[in-house]
């Protein structure tokens, strides 16, 4: 696997080295001896998938909040997506800063996202899915979010948004809180 730490501290894409063969290829996409290895989670608890009709879905900007913040790998495996991620450790040189990424089945990389960012995405394409390896089980309490339009981040949005859930608009801005 190659680690490519991106702007935001304990942010990394993580792409697969494959080996070729007359069948095809083979490549390990997580594991945990060689994350660990690195300073990073390397055990998940639990996987989820999520599947977007359509495309311009923007599903975020979600977080856990202390002390069952979450630790994700996340990896399109159908479609393409723009993963967007936003710092919100208060002490953190980028706090508040945000990062987006194009991942697909294509290409094949995965983001990993340390505890304390926000995360969320938007469908590039019709009928993706996004599988989450997750390091702890979810705590619905502990579930909380940022609005995907909120000024106070300088988040980008690379299609017009087609479909967001009520949740998400309803997040209030990160200023009042």
């Known amino acids: 696997m190659i680690?490519?730490?991106?702007?935001?501290p304990g942010l990394f894409r993580v792409a697969p080295e494959p080996h070729a063969d007359e069948r095809g290829f083979f490549a390990r996409t997580q594991c945990e001896e060689t994350f660990v290895a690195?300073?990073?989670v390397g055990r998940f608890a639990q996987s989820s998938i999520?599947?977007?009709h359509r495309r311009g879905t923007v599903r975020g900007m979600h977080f856990s909040r202390e002390p069952?913040?979450?630790?994700?790998?996340v990896r399109c495996t159908a479609g393409a997506i723009h993963d967007a991620v936003i710092d919100l450790r208060p002490d953190s040189p980028t706090y508040r800063r945000s990062v987006g990424v194009t991942l697909s089945a294509a290409n094949r990389h995965a983001l990993y996202i340390?505890?304390?960012?926000?995360?969320?995405f938007q469908t590039?394409?019709?009928d993706s899915e996004i599988l989450y390896m997750i390091d702890r089980p979810f705590v619905a309490c502990a579930a909380d979010g940022v609005r995907w339009d909120d000024p106070a981040f300088d988040l980008t949005w690379p299609e017009p948004v087609t479909v967001i859930a009520a949740r998400d608009l309803a997040f209030p801005d990160w200023a009042v809180r």
Do not use: Q, V
């Open 68 to 73: 069952h913040a979450e630790t994700k790998l």
């Open 114 to 120: 340390p505890a304390g960012l926000a995360h969320g």
């Open 38 to 40: 690195r300073g990073l």
């Open 124 to 126: 590039l394409c019709d």
């Open 50 to 52: 999520s599947f977007n």
């Open 3 to 8: 680690f490519e730490e991106l702007a935001l």
